[in-house]
């Protein structure tokens, strides 16, 4: 299973070198093990991942071999969208504070 796999490498985990890139926010997960209860957390773990879409990640990878030329279009394409979402973001806050300040 794959939270064994994940619990067998410790409790952080690397980020997915081409997955990674595709969420938006990448956070970790953290999960605090009371009383020596490591089965509570390891499920606790699993709902999170779930939840978050971790494990469909991992699994994605685990079936599929990214090439290192993939991985740089991929990367290329994902800097790009994070640019551009940028430049949207600075755009629409000058044309609120315009409105804001009655400016024409």
Do not use: C
Request: overall charge positive.
């Amino acid at each position: 299973m794959i939270i064994q796999a994940v619990a067998k490498r410790g409790a952080a985990f690397l980020p997915l070198d081409s997955l990674s890139s595709q969420l938006q926010q990448w956070r970790g997960i953290r999960v605090k093990v009371v009383n020596n209860n490591l089965d509570q957390a390891l499920a606790l773990m699993q709902r999170k991942m779930q939840s978050s879409g971790i494990e469909r990640m991992i699994k994605y990878e685990q079936l599929r071999h990214l090439k290192n030329s993939e991985k740089r279009v991929l990367a290329k394409k994902n800097l790009e969208r994070k640019i551009r979402s940028q430049d949207l973001a600075r755009k629409l806050k000058t044309i609120l504070l315009h409105k804001v300040r009655g400016v024409a």
